[in-house]
T-cell receptor, first 113, second 116 residues
């Protein structure tokens, strides 16, 4: 069974600082996704990572994927208050036809002015 | 197209009652998924349709839960004889190509169920 672990679970950081959220998964995967969720809201797609070594950037967020290490990172650069949210990684196992996403428990990020 | 729509947004029901939720996916998406999210947790997969065929069901989907997608467009999720443990956010998502495009899977706003 595919397991997805994120750390840290909670992160409080000051504006302007850099930090990284880690997502480890237990079995071979060919697809990894990062989502943002604001309180009481649904999931907003941030990044789709489909190959080893994939790196994608949008604004102050950058995501990368190392399929050999079964690890993805979400790096936050010069954090601003608007980035406060819960971030989830989600992984689809590499079985042919597999459609199920397994989510991590999320990282609750709070940016302090 | 305005994305994935879910109705209702909120539902409060008494224990033992039946409830039904609706999801309208993005019109050209042939794949539709249901997830459940409890407070402080990540979403958990419930079931998935490709067109009108239900191709996978989670063990979480007890016999009190049933999902349909009769014409390969909208989908309904029914919970019979609701229990307090069913209280959660029910999320619907859709995709065109197993989430392989840059859009991945698009989620709706969810239906928050409270069983009292």
């Amino acid at each position: 069974e595919l397991k997805v672990e994120q750390n840290p679970l909670f992160l409080s950081m000051q504006e302007g600082k850099n930090y990284t959220i880690y997502c480890n998964y237990s079995t071979t995967s060919d697809r990894l996704y990062w989502y943002r969720q604001d309180p009481g809201k649904s999931l907003e797609s941030l990044f789709v990572l489909l190959s080893n070594g994939a790196v994608k950037q949008e604004g102050r967020l950058m995501a990368s994927l190392d399929t050999k290490a079964r690890l993805s990172t979400l790096h936050i650069t010069a954090a601003v208050h608007d980035l406060s949210a819960t971030y989830f990684c989600a992984v689809a196992a590499a079985n042919f036809g597999n459609e199920k996403l397994t989510f991590g428990t999320g990282t609750r990020l709070t940016i302090i002015p | 197209d305005t994305g994935v729509s879910q109705d209702p947004r909120h539902k409060i029901t008494k224990r033992g009652q039946n409830v039904t939720f609706r999801c309208d996916p993005i019109s050209e998406h042939n794949r539709l998924y249901w997830y459940r999210q409890t407070l402080g947790q990540g979403p958990e997969f419930l079931t998935y349709f490709q067109n009108e065929a239900q191709l996978e069901k989670s063990r979480l989907l007890s016999d009190r839960f049933s999902a349909e997608r009769p014409k390969g467009s909208f989908s309904t999720l029914e919970i019979q004889r609701t229990e307090q443990g069913d209280s959660a956010m029910y999320l619907c998502a859709s995709s065109l190509d197993r989430g392989l495009s840059n859009l991945g899977y698009t989620f709706g706003s969810g239906t928050r169920l409270t069983v009292v």
